[in-house]
């Protein structure tokens, strides 16, 4: 990096444009309050910083125009950002930044906005930890193991709930089964009895027979009612995901509906999109050249400018040796330079014009071209989405009319056993003479509803199983919940410790500074924990440091976060921080970091104000030294 073009357009204090040149290395910024310093490093935090305040952004435009915009140049790279007011106390900023980590405004622009020079300035110690634990990343993970026990607790009161209802339910349904069950074992007993009294010896053998018929009937009732049971479970959870998948394919029709009439309107008007860019680029190109004619305008009248300058110090022409007319060459001389400044004026008007053209050039391509291959591509998504799910909509479709069709199929063979049930009571009518057979027949009706009744509570208590089948899912979460948190707690520990070390090793890096600051290495201890000690081993506090301290040890602590985390922003800028330094220590703390921008290849910016008398100016490029120092 060799050079860094800067353009400003109605940015703090300055209005209309104005252009400035940084360099690799260090730049002061030395001139007076007012002149429009800090500007220039407010339009640098407009294109670099994703992340400002509100007061911030609407300090950054001139408090007397509705729009403005900083274009910056480097690395063969251009990036314009443009601020629009939208009311009195808002500004919004739009364009392509720098950089998208909002961590960079935190560690390459130090002012007395920047969050970590205030805790150092204000000696809260823990507001300063926070900030370096936000910045290292240990925030991060503190961020998501909140979240993570936060999730975890939400299960566990989930599943707290769902368990209840879900044993509740269940004990319901076993006392019942356990009472159908206990008076089956009783019927059951009663019919023995009957069938071993004397009484019925001359139809037990029959009985016996139908007996045993009917129990393999009963065993086969009972299996085939789990079956019919099973499969009205799985026909009601088919149901529930074929709804949502049409809900949900409702949804992607809608969105996919949409998008469609946009592509016919887009469509519709891609040629007039298309030949307004057109008309753009045409008046785009025939404001280039006239920029460039204007450009060998004032090169060649800048020549003129130079021998006219030349020429009137002498009495005879050096040319023609004819005596020199300095009235009138002086005429000329004004006219030259008036002519001069109203072509300046003239480019300056064309370079706005032009980066307006442009800007409405970009914004019809965003509505035209650009939105409708947008769109398109949506389009091309959705329909693979929609198909797949009309597919699986069309497979429960499927699945369904094959569940229907068995459980046709088992309800009849339900009403066959049923039908040949009825037959074999229906035969002991003919016992019906033999003392118990009516009682028999009785408990043998009695047995069969308890039986059905007994089915009917194993299906409803494998039904409530497959209900609360998240119950069994909440646990399995709840345990994988208590590994991430237990993994990212160590994770935590581990990694706030390594930052420390890292940090305190970069800081040993800059021990020319520690020094200047009066302190001695390490800064941190275990989690972040300041350990300022003073030359023999002196213990202090962030408070106890003077200002020149505290402002030497918010360089010293954003140059070691900036090696650490953002080693590759080109830019570093300390805005009127310099101010608290004493002069004594001012010119080693630049000559360090001089040294230290041209071994990194930043552009390091310094604003300085230096004593000043005589009427209120603006900022030039003079008032820019590059890899100068002055105090």
Known sequence: MKEVGVKLKNIGVFREVREFKLSSGLNIIYAPNASGKSSLIAGLKAISVPVLSKQEIARILNDY???????LSINDKEYVTELIRISPMEVEVLGERLSSDGVVRIISFLDL???????????????????????????????????????????????????????ARKSEI?????????????????????????????????????????????????????????????????????????????????????????????SSRIIEYRRKIEELEVKIKSLK??????????????????????????????????????????????QIRTRISELRDKMTSIDNEIISLESEKNGLRKQGEERLHVVEDELRKLEPQISELQNMIDSYNRVRNEIERKLEIIEAEIKA?????????????????IPLVK???????????????????????????????????LKEVISKANLLVEYFNIRLIELGRIVVEKINEVVSKHFRLLRLAELEYPVFAERFELRLTRKGGVATTLAELSDAEKAILAILLTLALKEYVAEDFPFYVIDSLIEFIDDARTKEVLEYLMEFANNSNIVLVVTKTKPYAGEPRLLTQEDILSNQIVV
């Open 439 to 473: 009682e028999l027949r009785a408990r043998y009706e009695e047995r069969s509803r308890l039986a059905e009744a007994r089915d009917r509570l194993y299906g409803r208590l494998k039904q409530i199983e497959q209900l609360y089948s998240d119950v069994v899912k």
């Open 289 to 334: 050249d006239e920029k460039e004619k204007i450009g060998r305008e004032l090169k060649e009248l800048d020549s003129l400018l130079r021998r006219r300058e030349i020429v009137v110090t002498y009495d005879y022409c050096l040319y023609c040796g004819a005596r020199i007319d300095k009235d009138k060459l002086y005429e000329e001389i004004n």
């Open 174 to 266: 076993e006392t019942e089964l356990s009472r159908v069950e206990m008076e089956l074992r009783k019927i059951d007993e009663r019919i023995n009895e009957i069938l071993r009294d004397t009484r019925i010896e001359p139809a037990k053998r029959e009985i016996e027979r139908i007996e045993m018929e009917k129990k393999e009937l009963e065993i086969l009732e009972s299996k085939k009612r789990s079956e019919e049971i099973e499969l009205r479970n799985r026909l009601s959870s088919i149901d529930i995901d074929q709804r949502k998948s049409k809900a949900e394919l409702e949804i992607l029709k809608e969105k996919y509906s949409k998008l469609l009439a946009e592509k016919e309107l887009l």
């Open 113 to 167: 906005e920047n969050p970590l020079v205030n805790a150092i300035y204000g000696g809260d110690e823990e507001r300063l930890k926070q900030i370096l634990r936000e910045v290292s990343g240990v925030s991060y993970i503190e961020t998501i193991v909140s979240v993570l026990n936060g999730l975890k607790a939400e299960y566990e009161h989930q599943y707290e709930i769902k368990s209840r209802e879900y044993e």
């Open 65 to 71: 125009e509705d729009r403005g915009f900083v274009a």
């Open 417 to 433: 056993i049923r039908d040949r049930f009825d037959t074999l009571i229906r035969q002991l009518e003919s016992f019906k003479e």
